[in-house]
């Protein structure tokens, strides 16, 4: 049996002699000590067992990793909900909610004592909370109002989390991953809130309908950041007043993950026809994307994908139309919006477009040729029908000011 330094095996190793087809089990009782390394995925494993063989005169030796995974975890986790907040300060919220889930990693009973630490001049109810725990695995949940003051500067901040178990704290979130083919293993990560505090901009009566793809978490964020989002159902869809909503907008890759959208796209044509405002975020071209039939005019995306894409996040972009209402209401973007980006500028450019669609910005990889077609835009009917393969999405889930501000913008177009 091989275990890290410090670790005692606390079972003498023996032989066993083996008769054909015969098998054998050795139990070997192992103490931790208290200050042992915790897991880390990528570690190598914690116990392995080495076998040797002896046949006549033939040895041979086996080094062999047990079944399962041994790990050594703080004896509480800490997960924060939500686990990024937006801050407005053009409309701060006077109450943020955040749930703490603590879960008990040691055997039996025992008592957590858990705070959160905020940045100077925030407020937060209760301080400290106290749960207790019957048996190990066992979760609960405390529910905290963080307060931010009402004068709070741009900037990023951090919500931390901390917990004290028999006089020793603990700070971090253990996500479990677990699946059949590969077993149960542990991610372990600082138990932190990433805040970041901009000025967003908004229509006051924006009313958005969002049809989520479940390949994003676009609708979350906005609904986080103060504007009125509504998830749209597949009843919704098939037999709803789309007309309410004076936007709606499409998760990325929509048309590939729900059935009803496609079935349905009539009525979404129909909503713009009739004055609404649809935004469709990037799509792949097998994404049930259909190039003469899914927007109101033919739209091809690009194909094949490695040559339709901006990956370097820093590109210039070069706005077309700064006179448009996209870069000026309700939010002036400027060059810090396109800044800090994260991953890349947009994937699966559009390829060839109806002349009735407005271009409206261009950007390129270092040495290639610019796109145009980042944000195309047309006018159907009495409404307005924008396709964009920008990764918003990604901006957004990733805290980047601009990506929020940009995208409100598309969804509040033609908005008052």
Same mark, same amino acid.
């Given at each position: 049996?091989?275990?890290?330094?410090?670790?005692?095996?606390?079972?003498?190793?023996?032989?066993?002699?083996?008769?054909?087809?015969?098998?054998?089990?050795?139990?070997?009782?192992?103490?931790?000590?208290?200050?042992?390394?915790?897991?880390?995925?990528?570690?190598?494993?914690?116990?392995?067992? *080495?076998?040797?063989?002896?046949?006549?005169?033939?040895?041979?030796?086996?080094?062999?990793?047990?079944?399962?995974?041994?790990?050594?975890?703080?004896?509480?986790? @800490?997960?924060?909900?939500?686990?990024?907040?937006?801050?407005?300060?053009?409309?701060?919220?006077?109450?943020?909610?955040?749930?703490?889930?603590?879960?008990?990693?040691?055997?039996?009973?025992?008592?957590?004592?858990?705070?959160?630490?905020?940045?100077?001049?925030?407020?937060?109810?209760?301080?400290?909370?106290?749960?207790?725990?019957?048996?190990? *695995?066992?979760?609960?949940? %405390?529910?905290?109002?963080?307060?931010?003051?009402?004068?709070?500067?741009?900037?990023?901040?951090?919500?931390?989390?901390?917990?004290?178990?028999?006089?020793?704290?603990?700070?971090?979130?253990?996500?479990?991953?677990?699946?059949?083919?590969?077993?149960?293993?542990?991610?372990?990560?600082?138990?932190?809130?990433?805040?970041?505090?901009?000025?967003?901009?908004?229509?006051?009566?924006?009313? %958005?309908?969002?049809?989520?793809?479940?390949?994003? !978490?676009?609708?979350?964020?906005?609904?986080?950041?103060?504007?009125?989002?509504?998830?749209?159902?597949?009843?919704?869809?098939?037999?709803?007043?789309?007309?309410?909503?004076?936007?709606?907008?499409?998760?990325?890759?929509?048309?590939?993950?729900?059935?009803? @959208? !496609?079935?349905?796209?009539? =009525?979404?044509?129909?909503?713009?026809?009739?004055?609404?405002?649809?935004?469709?975020?990037?799509?792949?071209?097998?994404?049930?994307?259909?190039?003469? !039939?899914?927007?109101?005019?033919?739209?091809?995306?690009?194909?094949?994908?490695? =040559?339709?894409?901006?990956?370097?996040? !820093?590109?210039?972009?070069?706005?077309?139309?700064?006179?448009?209402? @996209?870069?000026?209401?309700?939010?002036?973007?400027? *060059?810090?919006?396109?800044?800090?980006? %994260?991953?890349?500028?947009?994937?699966?450019?559009?390829?060839?477009?109806?002349?009735?669609?407005?271009?409206?910005?261009?950007?390129?990889?270092?040495?290639?040729?610019?796109?145009?077609?980042?944000?195309?835009?047309?006018?159907?009917?009495?409404?307005?029908?924008?396709?964009?393969?920008?990764?918003?999405? =990604?901006?957004?889930?990733?805290?980047?000011?601009?990506?929020? =501000?940009?995208?409100?913008?598309?969804?509040?177009?033609?908005?008052?």
């Amino acid at each position: 049996m091989n275990v890290p330094k410090g670790w005692k095996i606390k079972t003498k190793a023996k032989d066993v002699n083996l008769a054909p087809n015969k098998s054998a089990t050795m139990t070997y009782l192992v103490e931790v000590p208290e200050d042992a390394a915790y897991y880390h995925a990528y570690d190598e494993p914690t116990i392995t067992t *080495s076998i040797s063989y002896k046949y006549g005169s033939t040895k041979t030796s086996i080094k062999e990793e047990l079944d399962g995974t041994i790990a050594v975890l703080p004896d509480v986790g @800490l997960t924060l909900s939500p686990e990024d907040i937006v801050v407005n300060t053009a409309d701060v919220k006077e109450e943020i909610p955040v749930t703490v889930t603590l879960k008990n990693y040691t055997e039996g009973k025992t008592t957590a004592k858990v705070a959160l630490k905020v940045p100077e001049n925030w407020g937060v109810h209760p301080k400290n909370a106290t749960v207790s725990f019957n048996e190990k *695995s066992e979760e609960k949940q %405390v529910k905290v109002t963080l307060r931010p003051p009402k004068a709070i500067q741009n900037g990023e901040y951090q919500i931390k989390a901390a917990a004290t178990v028999n006089g020793k704290t603990f700070d971090s979130t253990i996500q479990e991953i677990s699946y059949d083919h590969i077993g149960t293993f542990y991610y372990q990560y600082p138990a932190v809130i990433n805040t970041v505090a901009f000025e967003l901009l908004k229509p006051a009566s924006l009313k %958005v309908g969002y049809i989520e793809s479940g390949f994003d !978490k676009v609708a979350d964020y906005l609904s986080n950041a103060g504007l009125n989002i509504t998830k749209l159902t597949a009843a919704d869809l098939a037999e709803g007043d789309l007309s309410q909503y004076d936007t709606i907008v499409t998760g990325i890759r929509a048309y590939l993950s729900r059935e009803d @959208l !496609k079935a349905n796209n009539a =009525r979404l044509l129909e909503y713009v026809e009739n004055g609404g405002h649809l935004v469709v975020q990037y799509h792949k071209p097998g994404d049930g994307w259909d190039a003469l !039939k899914t927007a109101p005019y033919p739209l091809t995306l690009g194909n094949p994908s490695i =040559r339709w894409r901006v990956t370097d996040e !820093k590109a210039t972009v070069n706005v077309s139309k700064p006179e448009s209402a @996209l870069f000026n209401y309700p939010n002036k973007i400027t *060059s810090d919006d396109w800044s800090n980006w %994260v991953q890349e500028r947009g994937l699966y450019f559009p390829m060839e477009w109806d002349e009735r669609f407005e271009t409206f910005i261009s950007m390129a990889d270092p040495n290639e040729e610019p796109f145009d077609g980042g944000i195309l835009m047309a006018k159907y009917g009495n409404g307005t029908y924008l396709y964009t393969n920008l990764v918003l999405y =990604r901006q957004i889930q990733g805290q980047v000011p601009g990506g929020y =501000r940009i995208m409100t913008n598309l969804i509040s177009y033609g908005a008052k």
